[in-house]
């Protein structure tokens, strides 16, 4: 049998909580509103202190982003009702995180879950694919982007939030690592020690401590390969300027505070959390994204020196490692290492 390909799309400090929400939203909530033309089937892997990779199988044709316009094309009326829907709900969503009511834990989960058509159609037409579609969808796809692109932080910061105030105060150390019914329930699973040491999220099942090579070769998947450290990074650069200094790898967020002055920025992407620390950066480099991502944005608003979609530099450079970011050329080459 051929083996499943998949590669990583992006790296975010999530909890579990939201790759729950996350896993049903593209699985199950998606082809429900779209009439079962297209789906995802995310796999979330998190590592401690290396946040959690999201990979796509991009070998299956049903999870091809071609299928979105095919359907839009056909069913415009139909999505843009449902897409009108989505809209109430996510003020409904937003509403409700400002309150951070414990009691609203449930309804607030339920809320972001029916959201994901929106998130996904915002995305994919607004990031993904904007130069393949009609100017008209782009637009509106863009829009949505802006306007809900906080969206998935802000639900994560619902959810733990919620969480800890749901939960009795031992628990607070291990939130992030509790499924939906765990908190509703109040329950300590017996496997949080193994979770402490990493997990892998795959269609609604959770595997502790599973290293990825052993669950690609049970399953027959295979990952893209990792980059060599030889040889500058190439990338899609934002502001057409040069800047150096010491690289900062950020992978979560409780690691933006260690962003000084002057240094290089390198994260697997950037979300709104980010601003602060970016804009103490002398650049950004990012692992993921395209000229309408964060990072992206973010730069050209405060005029950072920025390059995107290198697909590894947080895997090739390390703390302390003398890097120069030239936007001219759209390369990121190492100078010194620490």
Known sequence: MKPHHFRKVEN??????LCQNWDRGERVILPKAFGGSIFFAPLFHYRPGRGTALYFDFSDRRQDYDHFEQHYSKHRHAVDSMLVKCET?????????ERANPKDFSKAYSLLLSIWPLIDFA??????????????????????????????SVGEKTFVSMAKKKLPAS?????????????E???LPPDIN??????????GKLFADLRLETFARRRNITFDAAAGSSGPLRGTSVIQKKASGRVKVVFEHSQ???????DVLVAPMTTPDFV???RRAAAIVTDEGGAMCHAAIVAREFGIVCIVGTKYATQVFQDGDQVEVDGNRGMVKLLTRR
């Open 12 to 17: 975010r400090s999530i909890s579990l909580l």
């Open 89 to 97: 709900r996510a003020q409904q969503f937003l509403e409700l995180s």
């Open 123 to 152: 995305d994919i037409f607004g990031s993904f694919i904007p130069d393949q579609i009609s100017p008209p969808l782009a637009k509106k796809a863009q829009r949505l982007r802006h306007q809900y692109d906080q969206l998935l």
């Open 171 to 183: 628990f607070s150390p291990i939130v992030q690592l509790l499924t939906k019914q765990e908190v």
């Open 185 to 187: 329930s109040v329950r």
């Open 194 to 203: 193994r979770r402490k040491r990493g997990f892998i999220f795959y269609r």
């Open 256 to 262: 933006l505070r260690k962003v000084r002055p002057g």
């Open 276 to 278: 602060t620390a970016a």
